[in-house]
């Protein structure tokens, strides 16, 4: 279901738009973007890291107790679709931040050449 989830969020989610609209309305500058990006992509690393057990696996413990106990009565609850679901969000933002970075270099870049 998560990958189901992920396909169709990379095909069809709005990033370009949402990027467009977000930097229309909030000036941002890219230090501030990127800096929020590698927060991104140390969450998502985390994460990565859940070894909670999903079906008939039981993937080795890469986090401590305190933080992994937590994540695997998650997973549990949400019948294992909640940490690669919230992946599959944090992958879009940051698919999002991407392109915000990506149009505010555009826009940097056009500001030299004039």
């Known amino acids: 279901m998560a990958s189901d989830f992920k396909s169709l969020s990379s095909k069809f989610f709005p990033t370009q738009q949402m990027a467009e ?5 909030e000036n941002k500058s890219k230090d501030s973007l990127v800096m929020f990006r590698d927060q991104i992509q ?3 690393n985390l994460l ?5 057990p999903v079906m008939f ?3 080795p413990l890469q986090l401590d107790e305190a933080t992994q ?3 695997s009565l998650f997973s549990l609850l949400s019948h294992g679709f909640g940490i690669p679901g919230i992946l599959v ?3 879009t933002m940051m698919d999002v931040v991407n ?3 990506a149009q505010v270099e555009q826009r940097e870049q ?3 050449d004039e």
């Open 57 to 59: 696996g039981h993937p």
């Open 48 to 52: 990565r890291m859940d070894s909670s």
């Open 42 to 44: 140390l969450f998502m």
């Open 89 to 91: 969000g944090v992958e």
């Open 99 to 101: 392109e915000q970075i």
């Open 21 to 25: 609209h977000i930097n229309k309305t």
């Open 110 to 112: 056009f500001k030299v």
């Open 69 to 71: 106990a937590p994540l």
